[in-house]
T-cell receptor, first 112, second 114 residues
Framework: KQEVTQIPAALSVPEGENLVLNCSFT??????LQWFRQDPGKGLTSLLL?????REQTSGRLNASLDKSSGRSTLYIAASQPGDSATYLC???????????FGKGTKLSVKP | NAGVTQTPKFQVLKTGQSMTLQCAQD?????MSWYRQDPGMGLRLIHY???????DQGEVPNGYNVSRSTTEDFPLRLLSAAPSQTSVYFC?????????????FGAGTRLSVL
């Protein structure tokens, strides 16, 4: 059974720091991996999607990498801002229209 | 473009009552799904649908029923509410495009069963 783990569960950093969020999964037979952002009391917003054949994706200050063989992904946030404060969720899918298996998230707080 | 719309946003039920959580999407996505989010458990899949007339169970289907008569709508029915169904429910839709199957989530329905 696929399990997704995110470390750390919570992270507090001062504004301007570069930071890394980690995601690991137990079964390397994935189709893709997605990183989501969830603000308190809100739904999920897709940040980056990495296909299993890709190594990384970038969007603005965000960079996500994927090492499928080792079952790991990282989300790198450059020059963090207070507006980046949210919970970040990692999820994997086995199929192209497949269901997502989520980690429990990392709650990020960026202090001004 | 409204995306994925869930109603109601909040609901309080008594044990044994039934209700339907509504989900509608205007993006013509074939795939739709329902998740529940509980503290310490993350999001777990309840039911999903790959197209109108086709539904299947996810990880935690007991106590829930779904149907998909149109591409746009995917309601989730609680047959006889129990306190264990107190949770936040999210509906999602997706399509397979050149960037993969990016999933779009609704804002959620916060359900409390007393």
């Amino acid at each position: 059974k696929q399990e997704v783990t995110q470390i750390p569960a919570a992270l507090s950093v001062p504004e301007g720091e570069n930071l890394v969020l980690n995601c690991s999964f137990t079964d390397s037979a994935i189709y893709n991996l997605q990183w989501f952002r969830q603000d308190p009391g809100k739904g999920l917003t897709s940040l980056l999607l990495i296909q299993s054949s890709q190594r990384e994706q970038t969007s603005g200050r965000l960079n996500a990498s994927l090492d499928k063989s080792s079952g790991r992904s990282t989300l790198y946030i450059a020059a963090s801002q207070p507006g980046d404060s949210a919970t970040y969720l990692c999820a994997v899918s086995r199929e192209s229209q497949g269901n997502l298996i989520f980690g429990k998230g990392t709650k990020l707080s960026v202090k001004p | 473009n409204a995306g994925v719309t869930q109603t109601p946003k909040f609901q309080v039920l008594k044990t044994g009552q039934s209700m339907t959580l509504q989900c509608a999407q205007d993006m013509n996505h074939e795939y739709m799904s329902w998740y529940r989010q509980d503290p310490g458990m993350g999001l777990r899949l309840i039911h999903y649908s790959v197209g109108a007339g086709i539904t299947d169970q996810g990880e935690v289907p007991n106590g829930y029923n779904v149907s998909r008569s149109t591409t746009e709508d995917f309601p989730l029915r609680l047959l006889s509410a129990a306190p264990s169904q107190t949770s936040v429910y999210f509906c999602a839709s997706s399509y397979s495009g050149p960037l993969g199957n990016i999933q779009y989530f609704g804002a959620g329905t916060r359900l409390s069963v007393l």
